[in-house]
């Protein structure tokens, strides 16, 4: 995986609009400290996107997602074009990607200590990605409704708190955040931690 993620960045792209190859964090970890290295993903996006096989790779699962709500960039792109369509029921998931300011690092991890998405009411899964160990990172989360999102991002005082922090203080130099309906998903969901949750 090693070798895939050094090597087939070119091939992956030449399948889509937009790709990044992403190293991941244990569970919902992200950070220098909470690499895993036996997690590797795949960000591809797209109407024609596909994902080719990765070498190395012994077990994979596969999201299929579209877009219903973007606001922000990633490497200077807005790669989601949200669909119109009804709001709809079953899982939504949510992507969440910034570079923090160097500067403000320090207050960043300060301030989203004791902040545990684990064990949210209608999450079935959560991880940590990042494109490099220090200040890419990003949150990749499915829940089972667009309510059960809400409740955990707006309405748990710790995060809510953090929301309005990153208003006032602008920690991020570049952000990205999406919401997406799950179309399908296909593997082995062991990998991305699912939990069936009622």
């Keep these: 995986m090693f070798w ?3 090597f087939d960045r ?31 993903a795949a960000l591809v996006a797209g109407d024609a996107a596909t994902v080719p096989p ?10 299929t997602l579209e877009p219903i709500a973007a606001r922000g960039t990633w490497s200077g792109r807005s790669p989601f074009t949200p669909v119109r369509a009804g709001k709809g029921d079953g899982p939504v998931a949510v992507l969440t990607r910034a570079r923090l300011r160097p500067r403000l690092a320090r207050t960043f991890w ?20 990042g494109e490099a160990p220090v200040g890419f990172q990003g949150t990749m989360s499915v829940w089972r409704s667009a309510a ?19 208003a ?8 990205l955040f999406a919401r997406f309906r799950v179309l ?7 990998v991305i931690g699912w939990r069936d949750v009622q």
């Design 148 to 166: 059960d999102v809400v409740r955990f991002a707006y309405r748990r005082p710790e995060h809510a708190a953090v929301v309005t922090r990153t």
């Design 4 to 6: 895939s993620m050094a």
């Design 10 to 40: 070119r091939r992956v792209r030449r399948t889509a609009e937009f790709a990044k190859l992403l190293g991941t964090g244990r569970g919902s970890e992200f950070g220098v400290g909470s690499a895993d290295l036996t997690r590797w």
């Design 110 to 129: 300060r301030s989203i200590e004791g902040i545990a998405v684990d064990g949210a009411e209608g999450l079935h899964c959560a991880f940590g990605f």
């Design 168 to 175: 006032e203080l602008g920690w991020y130099a570049e952000e």
């Design 54 to 63: 990765m070498r190395g790779a012994t077990t994979s699962c596969t999201l």
């Design 184 to 190: 399908g998903i296909d593997g082995d969901r062991e």
